[in-house]
């Protein structure tokens, strides 16, 4: 089969790869689509923990159950599917455990003609969603409602800072704190960016590039943020910090930006915050993730759709952060 395969640091090839076979309890998927996350491009380039070689990348995908393991799954036969990219999440909601792992890296992803996982992970794609659409969801969308619900307890009404919104889980982000009712500030590093986020639903953008971008921010809401997700980290860590309300929920999902900056304390103490951390979410949290998409219908923000041939293309968009919404493969 052919598939997207990274070879060696950097060395990232569509190549023919042998075609998995299932055992016991596992799958065999005909992908349709498949779409990046920031994590594929960190792995690209040696960046992500764990690395192994070769390894087909690709945590998200959408397609049809060609195969099963057991004849006790075969009701899975021909279905339509999205998959669940955690492994071995664990037992505890709180924290996953110390041999998770997510698809398509170190275990063999999406980009490829076929995949191989086991039939716990499999979840029917959302009928309200083209192939395309539904294969946009898994990862980004799980990031995103850990982050908002989970950790940042947001609700109706509660004043919600996004950072850079052109990112696939900022995006999940802004539609379901929306969806709830939420007040949503963003920011970018681009305009047109910020405009597309204020025709969603946001109530107010700032660019973090222009000087001053903090001072703006904290005067459209002068008590502070109820809760603020942030995937950045880096020189803005620091001013977000300092824009916590009264027991804030200052939620980090990831570091684009590198270390943060040094961050006020007397303001975190005072305001009774708390910064939490956060990574993808529990199996339970993915079907509640999946339910809530169905109950509001939401759709992923699409930047692009391209032929697995043209796969490393988005790679190198990925890369420049030019998109605003997923780049998905078609196969
Ligand atoms: N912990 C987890 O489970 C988890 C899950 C998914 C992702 N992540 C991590 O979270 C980050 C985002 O992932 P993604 O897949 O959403 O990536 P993505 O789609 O490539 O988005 C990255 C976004 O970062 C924003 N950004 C860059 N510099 C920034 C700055 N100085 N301040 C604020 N925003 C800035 C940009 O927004 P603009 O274009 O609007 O400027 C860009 O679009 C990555 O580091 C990824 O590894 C972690």
Redesign the pocket.
Known sequence: MQAIVLEANEKLNLIEFPKPIAKAGEAIIKIQAAS????D??SRIGL?PNLKYPSILGSDGCGIVESVGSEADKNWINESIIINPNIHWGDNPKFQSFNYT?LGMPTHGTLAEYVCVPVDRLHKKPIHLSIEEASALP??A???F??VFTKGETSKDKNVLI?????????FALQFALAVGAKVF?????DE??EK?LKLGAFFGV???NEGWEKQLQRQCPLGFDVII???????FGKLAKMVGQGANFV??????GSPSPINLPRLFFSQANIK?????SDEEFSQMISFINEYKIKPMISSVRPLKDAISAFDE?HE????G??VITI
């Not at 942030?230 to 803005?236: L, N």
């Not at 980090?252 to 930006?257: D, E, L, P």
Request: no cysteine; net charge positive; glycine share 24%.
């Open positions: 990046l996350n920031h994590r491009q960190w992500y997510i990862l980004a799980l990031t995103a850990r982050a950072t850079g919104i052109g990112g696939g889980v900022a995006q963003i920011t970018s590093g681009d960016k910020l986020g660019n973090y590039k942030d995937g950045a980290g880096g020189d803005g980090v999902y990831g570091g684009t930006s951390g956060t990574t993808m979410g990925m952060g030019k998109q605003f997923k780049l």
